[in-house]
């Protein structure tokens, strides 16, 4: 049996498809699997899906794209094909058309042209209320209703890094975020550090930032002090080392919440207007901790994240 799976856009969205990769697996144990991606989820890509087939799709015109790679891979007559996004899509309707395959899964809404391409359609309202990885498995499998442990996302580093960091524990905080209302302000960092070392007098802070925000950066590490060190990863083999080492990771909604959870690593993430039961990182609740404001994570009461931050460390 031959599977096609497409999946585009970011990191947090290749996660939120790993499970449904994993129960495929687990249902057809001698399917051959191929994976459509975007090239900014390749490098991810090698970790969470090393043992199935990975195809790029070439950047430029997105729809000369997707019909070029569809119509090269017809060839392959994939049994199933399946679009890994819990919402209508026609570009998505029109790849797995034009890749032949004989079963064709995805969200459809109402009679448009590209529902009529899907011959194995969900309804929008049979994935809505879930969590984005449990509407992506919904898509091909209707009657989940939760994911079992085994199914939860994993990240497995091939090598053990070395040890580069010094402090008991490390303490991740991140000043790059594109969404502002999941920002965590240097004010509010700073309080949690001050809290932290009066605990453990030998953490250390890491404050992991894009070059773009060197000089906010600069601003939390003048106000943590000398326990505090600015790291800017150079690739995501270098960034999932660093996540890996840290004893405890605190940051707002984003890709990192979710390469955390994947790693197993405990975390206190933040979330703001994003409902977490959305996009919540996939962790047990002894590993991760999540808190929402409606508006903006800075609103979060600070006591509640310190305990939260204590409670994890002290396991």
């Not at 990975?54 to 799709?57: A, Y």
């Not at 079963?103 to 995805?106: E, H, I, M, P, S």
């Not at 001050?194 to 953490?203: N, P, T, V």
């Given at each position: 049996?031959?599977?096609?799976i497409?999946?585009?856009?970011?990191?947090?969205?290749?996660?939120?498809t790993q499970p449904?990769?994993?129960?495929l697996?687990?249902?057809y144990?001698d399917a051959e699997?191929?994976?459509?991606?975007?090239?900014?989820?390749?490098?991810?890509?090698?970790?969470?899906?090393?043992?199935?087939n990975?195809?790029?799709?070439p950047k430029?015109?997105?729809?000369?794209?997707?019909?070029?790679?569809a119509?090269?891979f017809r060839?392959?007559?994939?049994?199933?094909?399946?679009s890994?996004?819990?919402?209508?899509?026609k570009?998505?309707?029109l790849?797995?058309?034009?890749l032949g395959?004989k079963?064709?899964?995805?969200v459809?809404?109402?009679?448009?042209w590209h529902?009529q391409l899907?011959?194995?359609p969900m309804?929008q309202e049979?994935?809505?209320?879930?969590h984005q990885?449990?509407?992506?498995l919904?898509v091909f499998?209707?009657?989940?209703?939760?994911?079992?442990p085994d199914l939860?996302?994993?990240?497995?580093l091939?090598?053990?890094s070395?040890?580069i960091?010094s402090?008991?524990p490390?303490i991740?905080?991140?000043?790059?975020n594109?969404?502002k209302s999941?920002l965590i302000s240097?004010?509010?960092?700073a309080?949690?550090a001050?809290?932290?070392?009066?605990?453990?007098?030998?953490?250390k802070?890491?404050?992991?930032?894009?070059p773009?925000?060197i000089d906010?950066?600069?601003?939390?590490?003048?106000r943590?002090?000398?326990n505090s060190?600015?790291?800017?990863?150079?690739?995501?083999d270098?960034?999932?080392?660093?996540l890996n080492?840290?004893?405890?990771i605190?940051?707002?909604d984003?890709?990192?919440?979710?390469?955390?959870?994947?790693?197993?690593k405990?975390?206190?993430?933040?979330?703001?207007?994003?409902?977490?039961?959305n996009?919540s990182?996939?962790?047990?609740?002894?590993?991760?901790?999540?808190?929402?404001?409606?508006e903006?994570?800075n609103n979060i009461d600070l006591t509640?994240?310190k305990?939260?931050?204590?409670s994890?460390l002290?396991?």
């Open positions: 049996m031959k599977i096609a497409l999946r585009r856009n970011g990191l947090g969205d290749l996660i939120c449904l990769i994993k129960c697996q687990n249902t144990p699997i191929s994976l459509f991606i975007e090239s900014g989820n390749a490098a991810l890509a090698k970790y969470l899906c090393p043992d199935i990975i195809n790029i799709l430029g015109n997105k729809y000369l794209s997707v019909a070029r790679t119509l090269k060839k392959e007559n994939f049994d199933i094909a399946i890994a996004k819990p919402t209508a899509m570009l998505n309707n790849f797995l058309w034009l395959a079963k064709r899964y995805a459809v809404a109402g009679k448009n529902s899907i011959n194995c309804s049979k994935v809505k209320g879930y990885a449990l509407k992506v919904r499998s209707p009657d989940m209703q939760f994911l079992s939860l996302p994993s990240i497995t091939n090598e053990e070395k040890l960091y402090g008991s490390l991740l905080f991140s000043v790059s594109n969404r999941s240097n004010e509010y960092l309080l949690i001050a809290g932290i070392s009066e605990k453990y007098a030998d953490a802070f890491i404050i992991s930032t894009l773009n925000d906010l950066a600069k601003d939390l590490n003048l943590i002090g000398d060190q600015i790291v800017i990863s150079d690739s995501l270098s960034f999932l080392a660093l080492e840290m004893t405890l605190v940051v707002g984003g890709g990192i919440c979710h390469l955390s959870a994947a790693l197993k405990k975390l206190v993430a933040l979330y703001g207007v994003i409902k977490p039961e996009w990182p996939l962790a047990s609740e002894d590993q991760c901790i999540t808190f929402f404001d409606p903006n994570v509640k994240v305990n939260a931050i204590f994890l002290g396991k």
